[in-house]
């Protein structure tokens, strides 16, 4: 690979292409949509929007998904929990650019563990924003229906699911639906224009890369003598590898995504360690609450993964690519290579969340569908290596966590019993 010559200045996207630097394909990356590129889209044909899922992020996708597209209508919302579900439409209705997008009388407000399906057949495009266990269900209905769909992160907490829904997104590919990730860092133009830069040589050949997600302590909802133990799990349901895959992969997968973005392909194999030092107690489920991991690429380039939810500690979100002739900052949108530095300095308005919907309904508008789901799954994918290498206290491979036959599921979906969740315990917890 030829390099780009050393020069007083930065160098554009266009200097580093025409030295020869090739830009990396890498497998698993298929297309994020250059949202800068995107104008909102009109239409004359009113598109139907439905939510599942109606907490604080659903809410915001609900909003964000309402001002993509001028011709849009929220017409059904879904939640286990009808006091989330009319505190999420009181919010919607709060807000005076969206007054007029908002139908969703009673008979469309759909509760408990079916609301998906009432929600997938009263619309066009659904926004999928529960807690991550129900993903692969929710997607695999919506697209056997036909729709068009926004899917948050993560996409699965285990492999049986994420199997599911690697083929439920090769379904929508096959129908010609669009696809739209949650794992919103891909559509903000500052990212994408660094992570165009080492693609295109600007700091040389990768030779390591480093991650840190260090967050505070998160909500908790409490207990009510009068919730049965699904429903304590499900209110609280961040704290239950079960629903939530725990945080590496609910929190941590944004910062493992960009990694594996910025390196052009995903790690074959981990080793982690992790555990519980601050929430110790009962109320906060099976889950750890730090984890540190290597993963290994292919070519033998390693990066190394940091996360925590620590109250009253320290909070670091950072990812650094380290190259043959530099290194890239992709948090705050930095190349350092040389004789020159490289600041990303867009203009106007750059929100990530917005982009993400601007895309997706332009997609629909002018049929050229978005298909992000090989992507969310091997992020999900790589999450999950780093969780169960820290839970069994064994290096894992990229392979091994695939095919793995661990299933999380309850034995039903009903109130009452909860699933046992057990605290892993490294070198007793076996892999399966």
Known sequence: MSQPKKTSRAPSRRDLLRSG?????????????SAKKILV???SELLRVGLVGCGGRGGGAAANALRADENVKLVALGDTFSDQLEGCLKNLEGQEDLQDKLDVPPERRFVGFDAYKGVIEACDVVLLATSPHFRPLHVEAAVAAGRHLFVEKPVATDAVGLRRIRKAGEEAAGKGLSLVSGLCYRYQWAKQETVERIHAGAIGEIIAMQTTYNAGGLWHRGDSPDWSRMEYQMRNWLYFTWLSGDHIAEQHIHSLDKLAWAKGSYPVKASSSGGRVQRTGEKYGNVYDHFNTVYEWADGVRGFSSCRQWTDSDTDVSDFVYGTRGSANI???TVKSGAWDWRYRGEG??????NEHDALFRAIRSNEPINNSEYACDSTLMAMMGRLAAYTGRTVTREQVLNSTLDLSPAQYEWGAAPDCPIAVPGVTQFV
């Open 21 to 33: 630097a090739a830009v990396v394909a890498g497998a698993g990356l298929a297309p994020y949509a």
């Open 41 to 43: 889209p009109g239409g």
């Open 331 to 333: 948090q705050r949108h």
């Open 349 to 354: 308005p750059d929100d990530m969340y917005q």
